[in-house]
């Protein structure tokens, strides 16, 4: 290893981690006019589909930088669209529970956007694109391996990953989104706080054609419960490729800690062994062409911050993957930061906007790990009613299997279907939100009730026309100022005071009745990132009160 060259770099915000939430930062920071340099590790990109259901309010982030029709494209091209989940003994043998019939069933009303699966391979080349289009660069290769800060910004080290040659960068900020292993945060000797490990987990990448149990038949997830293991397929849309992870091996009620310790061997035999158990086939011609052992855990980090250093994304908060909450809520983590980074280095942005990332992301962050937890519970339920009479074709085995659909229907749903945390979230507390009198609406992990209450996403409506009211209001114009139902209060006081202090204001005025039905006031003031700041029939009395104490002042 050489030592560090001179600071040869410096850009508004450096970003510690090329994956899913570096890159969808990159590319949000672009979308507000802010160049940036991400660091990764890797060369090429990750090559292991993790993630892959992506949530209707995620799709609307990237609806709003553009990409939303490229990665349905991309979705398209890998799976099957809308597909069900389902519960099966193994892949030849028996149904045992529908749970969703599809991944969108019920959500047209709430979103413009639909949710989807595309795997991490297939997204994240198309955040790359998007975001070095608008002037951000990646820096393959690279990892980060040291962190200095002072009054004026942050020295970053990084290391070529193949000749130890160092770099030293400079920027104002820093990112530390370098996954659920962050350097950045050990650096910054942040803990995490949470219940720690619940089984330490494996996902199988394979090739074997599973065409003759699977094609035609509209499936995105199949959950497989026997005695052999407990995990989930999915499966590319040729059905010759996929995954098959592992949660639990044997039977967790006779020996619990081997149960959940599906990693003790990865040997090829086994994962082979595995993977035809799932399969159901015992002498499928199996190809097994890598395995991830990772832990199924639920933290959030005590702090998201330190200085000009921030984190998101599986740095801070760990989920365990029932749901797909992991990188839903990165995304989230990169759309509130980044338009208040933005605002801070235009100067527009006052003092209390960055500290507040932490008040409303953290939140969210230690919600959804408790959802996860949450639906993990309610999956540990439904697997444990397993008995191998299930399979049999006897009235015995009907009863049985009738009954073990009753449970996975409301336990299974916990994870499938957590319309609440996915749209419902909203941010308490936080020092850019007026605050009402009252607690506000409960927020619930699996009920989602649109509401205006200071804090959360403004619920969607469709208009009159048929456009959706986040296209009419429109992406990158800043604060948004709704003047609903016609009304004829004059808004000039807010204008002059959002002016005054040089910060982006739109005025849009919906005419017609039912979008005010719909929101309950005549004027909402809205962040760029859509969440309601305010909401009135008229102006409060201190107009400049309101504009300073949305912008951070
Ligand atoms: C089996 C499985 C299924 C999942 N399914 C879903 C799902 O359906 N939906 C969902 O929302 N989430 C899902 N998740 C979780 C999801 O994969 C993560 O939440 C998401 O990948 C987090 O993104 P990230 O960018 O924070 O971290 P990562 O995706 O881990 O990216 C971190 C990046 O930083 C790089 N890096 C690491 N250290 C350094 C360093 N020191 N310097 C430079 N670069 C570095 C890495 O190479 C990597 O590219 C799943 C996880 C698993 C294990």
Not at 130 to 158: H, I
Not at 214 to 228: D, F, M, R
Request: charged share 25%; proline share 5%; net charge neutral.
């Amino acid at each position: 290893m050489s030592g560090p060259a001179s600071v040869e770099s410096d850009v508004p915000v450096l970003i510690a981690g090329g994956g899913l939430i570096g890159l969808s930062a990159a590319m949000f920071l672009a979308q507000h006019g802010i160049p940036s340099l991400a660091v990764e590790r890797l060369r090429g990109g990750s090559q292991l589909p993790r993630a892959a259901f992506f949530h209707m309010r995620t799709l609307e982030m990237f609806r709003s930088a553009g990409i939303e029709d490229e990665v349905r494209e991309q979705s398209r091209k890998e799976f099957e669209p809308e597909g069900a989940l389902i519960i099966m003994d193994t892949l030849a043998g028996k149904k045992l529970a529908d749970i969703i019939p599809s991944l969108n069933e019920g959500v047209d009303a709430l979103s413009p956007c639909r949710r989807l699966f595309v795997t991490q391979p297939g997204l994240e080349p198309i955040l790359r694109r998007r975001a070095e289009a608008a002037g951000a660069k990646v820096l393959d290769g690279y990892e980060a391996v040291g962190v200095d800060q002072d009054a004026d910004g942050v020295t970053l080290t990084a290391q070529d990953v193949e000749t130890g040659q160092q770099r030293k960068l400079r920027g104002q900020y820093l990112l530390g989104a370098d996954g659920a292993h962050s350097r950045i945060r050990d650096l910054l000797d942040i803990p995490f706080d949470g219940r720690g490990v619940f089984s330490n987990s494996i996902t199988i990448y394979f090739h074997a054609d599973l065409g003759p149990q699977l094609l035609g038949k509209q499936l995105s997830v199949v959950y497989i419960n026997n005695a052999t293991l407990g995990g989930f397929f999915r499966m590319d849309k040729d059905c010759k490729s996929g995954f098959l992870a592992v949660n639990t091996v044997g039977d967790p009620k006779k020996d619990p800690k081997a149960a959940a310790d599906a990693a003790a061997d990865i040997s090829e035999a086994r994962l082979i062994e595995l993977v035809r158990a799932g399969a159901g086939i015992p002498d499928l011609p199996v190809k097994i062409d890598g395995v991830a052992r990772w832990r199924a855990t639920s933290d959030v980090a005590r702090r998201f911050r330190e200085g000009r250093v921030f984190l998101a994304g599986d740095a801070v908060h760990l989920v365990i993957p029932t749901g797909g909450l992991g990188m839903n809520s990165g995304v989230g983590d990169a759309v509130d930061l980044s338009w208040k980074l933005a605002a801070t280095l235009q100067g527009w942005g006052g003092p209390k906007l960055l500290p507040s990332y932490e008040v409303e992301r953290r939140q969210v962050g230690a919600r959804n790990v408790a959802a996860s937890r949450h639906a993990t519970l309610g999956r540990r339920v439904w697997r444990g009613a397993y008995r191998p009479l299930i399979r049999e074709a006897t009235p015995e085995g009907l009863a049985a299997r009738a009954q073990f659909a009753a449970l996975a229907d409301v336990e299974q749903r916990k994870a499938s279907d957590m319309i609440g945390a996915e749209l419902g979230y909203r941010y308490i507390g936080s020092p850019l939100i007026a605050q009402e009198g009252g607690e506000g609406p409960e927020q619930k992990f699996m009920d989602y009730e649109p509401t205006t209450w200071p804090g959360a996403r403004l619920p969607h409506t469709w208009l009159a026309d048929g456009s959706a009211m986040q296209d009419r209001i429109g992406y990158g114009h800043g604060y948004t100022l709704l003047r609903l139902g016609g009304t004829r209060v004059s808004t000039d006081a807010l204008e002059r005071a959002f002016a005054a202090i040089r910060a982006p204001l739109q005025v849009l005025d919906i005419a017609g009745a039912a979008p005010r039905d719909v929101y309950g006031y005549d004027l909402l003031l809205l962040r760029p990132d859509l969440h309601v700041a305010w909401r009135g029939n008229a102006l409060p009395q201190a107009p400049e009160a309101l504009a300073a104490m949305a912008t951070g002042y």
